[in-house]
T-cell receptor, first 114, second 112 residues
């Protein structure tokens, strides 16, 4: 079946602009995670959704970052007033509630803030 | 001290070599251990996971966990050029949302 998809695959924006990144999880996966991967660094956890609610937002780095999920499916990560340090690959993963240990990752969105 | 330490490499080996990749961690609460493989410009893919100390084998891959030393390893036997990727170790506390803490990854190059 289809895996996790993310769009756009690449995004170049100017400092100060807002961006929206989209994640389509595997159908039936109730759990959804967002991560950030800076060049040469490990993945940093941003936010976890269980269904449409977000019980853990502890990784969001500032109030410029927000995320929502609707219909227990698509999720969007929004970064307002982007800064150059926001440049990174943003990865989304999904999993079944019965098997949270196994996360399936999308290909990521490469964000470059000029 | 970072929670997870992993040498970024790159590690370059000839085809057929045995590869050893290693990570150390500091948080005793970690109970669930994972290895992910990430090809260039792709998302990570879960290779192996384990809860317990000791060895777990899957084909050419063996994961080894030493909880007393807070050390985990991934061994790749008969390495192939297709194994060239970045390998990320990760830990989480069991239960809850299983949010992993990742190492920065080790870049592996297997040359023919």
């Amino acid at each position: 079946g289809a895996g996790v998809s993310q769009s756009p695959s690449n995004k170049v924006t100017e400092k100060g602009k807002d961006v929206e990144l989209r994640c389509d999880p595997i159908s039936g996966h109730t759990a959804l995670y967002w991560y950030r991967q800076r060049l040469g660094q490990g993945l940093e956890f941003l936010i976890y959704f269980q269904g449409n609610s977000a019980p853990d937002k502890s990784g969001l780095p500032s109030d410029r970052f927000s995320a929502e999920r609707t219909g227990e499916s698509v999720s969007t990560l929004t970064i307002q007033r982007t800064q150059q340090e926001d440049s990174a690959v943003y990865l989304c993963a999904s999993s079944l509630l019965s098997d949270l240990e196994t996360q399936y990752f999308g290909p990521g969105t490469r964000l470059l803030v000029l | 001290q970072k929670e997870v330490e992993q040498d970024p490499g790159p590690l370059s080996v000839p085809e057929g070599a045995i590869v050893s990749l290693n990570c150390t961690y500091s948080n005793s609460a970690f109970q669930y251990f994972m290895w992910y493989r990430q090809y260039s410009r792709k998302g990570p893919e879960l290779l192996m996971y384990t809860y317990s100390s000791g060895n777990k084998e899957d084909g050419r891959f063996t994961a080894q966990v030493d909880k007393s030393s807070k050390y985990i390893s991934l061994f790749i036997r008969d390495s192939q050029p297709s194994d060239s990727a970045t390998y990320l170790c990760a830990w989480s506390k069991s239960g809850g949302s299983y949010i992993p803490t990742f190492g920065r990854g080790t870049s592996l190059i297997v040359h023919p």
